[in-house]
């Protein structure tokens, strides 16, 4: 295992008493075991409740096809395990950073509003407008923050007017259709593969 932290609501700031606790970590499979008929798996569950690990090579390719779970886990304040290598992968997230994926994030968030419409759970549309306000503030500044104003959890409580909350998470789609930054249009995809070939020759 090189990495290993806490994401989810417990990361973001908008944990509640009953709120899970989900972990998700990366390890770093000896580079020989790649040479059998039967590889590493790419992925594995457990030992604790919702808790799943990423072998590294699969990670980095979801990382480039910006799952927001995976990028989330570079990011995450809440740190449990982070071996030198670990610390070089979190190292390299401005290589996974784009304008894709914030339109991965926007796409995902418009399918829930689409197909979900007023079955949209709270805590949801919640979590709609959060990640939609990352990907504003990554667009525009080009910074990956999670951490979220708890002011958000007025849509959870149902403080804030359903409607209100919708018509909060159509503009901010409006907004990044329009907003500009520094971001480049791709991930870095040769960086990414440089350090994970390097990390195959650290693991021989």
């Not at 072998?55 to 071996?83: A, D, I, K, Q, Y």
């Not at 990907?135 to 525009?140: A, K, S, T």
Request: charged fraction near 30%; proline fraction near 7%; aromatic fraction near 6%.
């Amino acid at each position: 295992m090189i990495l290993e932290v806490v994401v989810g609501s417990h990361a973001y700031g908008l944990a509640g008493p009953d709120s899970d606790v989900d972990r998700r970590g990366v390890f770093a499979a000896p580079a020989e075991a790649f040479w059998r008929l039967d590889k590493p798996p790419t992925s594995v569950e457990g030992p604790d409740p919702e808790q799943l690990s990423w072998e590294v090579e699969h990670f980095c390719r979801l990382g480039l096809r910006s799952n927001p779970t995976v990028l989330e886990t570079l990011v995450s304040p809440l740190v449990e395990v982070s071996t030198p290598i670990g610390e070089e992968l979190r190292e390299l997230l401005p290589a996974f950073l784009s304008r894709h994926a914030v339109r991965s994030f926007t796409r995902a968030t418009e399918m829930q509003l689409t197909r979900a419409g007023r079955n949209l759970k709270p805590k949801q549309l919640m979590h709609v407008v959060r990640l939609r306000l990352v990907g504003l503030e990554l667009l525009r500044t080009g910074r990956y923050d999670i951490a979220a104003d708890r002011s958000l959890l007025a849509i959870r409580s149902g403080e804030m007017a359903w409607d209100e909350a919708l018509a909060w998470a159509h503009r901010l789609g409006d907004e990044i259709a329009a907003a500009r930054g520094p971001l480049p249009e791709e991930p870095d995809r040769e960086r990414v593969e440089d350090w994970l070939v390097s990390v195959r020759r650290r693991t021989l």
